[in-house]
């Protein structure tokens, strides 16, 4: 079955980076692009973007361009999202989904990256 | 900002039938883009509830439904068990300039 295992949480600083992954089974892994929805405290869920690591493509969200970037390891059959220059406001789970057609078919278990000084 | 708006809570006694609206507008929803649902409990990932509207993954109980019309879509819980009591988020694709391609709603918290 179609399994997507993220790393674990993260604390960090304020300026500080951040590089979290997303490891999946059980598909083609370069069949299907990645993408990343962030869900803050109490908050909805907001799409950040995607990668294709099959079709060497990324699409970054505009309100994400500029602090974050998303990278594959097709032979490891893992997707990464780096958060630079991290805010406080950064604080929150991010997950890994992967989407076929235009629904989120199966979701990593989420990442919690908190930033406090 | 969520663009698709949900009602922030709904509440219903065991065997009882709710529904969870979700407005769009005519760059998502309106311009004919499929309505999905997840669900999400406390802690936990958001499942696929329901895509293309109406059509439910396998393991989803028939007691869920999902309907479109116009710019708006509705998920319905018929016979509520205290199970169902969690966060249900809508979805769609946008074509709005400006704005992210996929769109999720504000998120309906189920209460049994």
């Known amino acids: 079955q179609v399994q997507l295992v993220q790393s674990g949480a993260e604390v960090k600083k304020p300026g500080a980076s951040v590089k979290i992954s997303c490891e999946t089974s059980g598909y083609v892994f370069t069949d299907y692009a990645i993408h990343w929805v962030r869900q803050a405290p109490g908050q909805s869920l907001e799409w950040m973007g995607w990668?294709?690591?099959?079709?060497?493509?990324?699409e970054y969200s505009h309100n994400f361009q500029g602090g974050v970037t998303f990278t594959g390891d097709a032979s490891a059959n893992t997707a990464y999202m780096e958060l630079t220059s991290l805010r406080a406001e950064d604080s929150a789970i991010y997950y890994c989904a992967r989407v076929t057609g235009l629904h989120f078919d199966s979701w990593g278990q989420g990442t919690l990256i908190t930033v406090s000084s | 900002q969520s663009v698709l708006t949900q009602p922030p809570s709904v509440s219903g006694a065991p065997g009882q039938r709710v529904t969870i609206s979700c407005a769009g507008s005519?760059?998502?929803?309106?311009?004919?883009?499929?309505v999905n649902w997840y669900q999400q409990f406390p802690g936990a990932a958001p499942k696929l509830l329901m895509f293309?509207?109406?059509i439910r993954p396998s393991g989803v109980p028939d007691r869920f439904s999902g309907s479109k019309s116009g710019a708006s879509a509705s998920l319905d819980i018929s016979g509520l068990q205290a199970e169902d009591e969690a966060v249900y988020y809508c979805?769609?694709?946008?074509?709005?300039?400006?704005?992210?391609?996929?769109?999720f709603g504000t998120g309906t918290k189920v209460t049994v």
């Open positions: 979805q769609s694709y946008d074509s709005g300039l400006g704005g992210s391609p996929f769109v």
């Open positions: 990668i294709n690591v099959g079709i060497s493509k990324t």
């Open positions: 293309t509207n109406s």
């Open positions: 005519r760059s998502n929803i309106g311009a004919g883009y499929p």
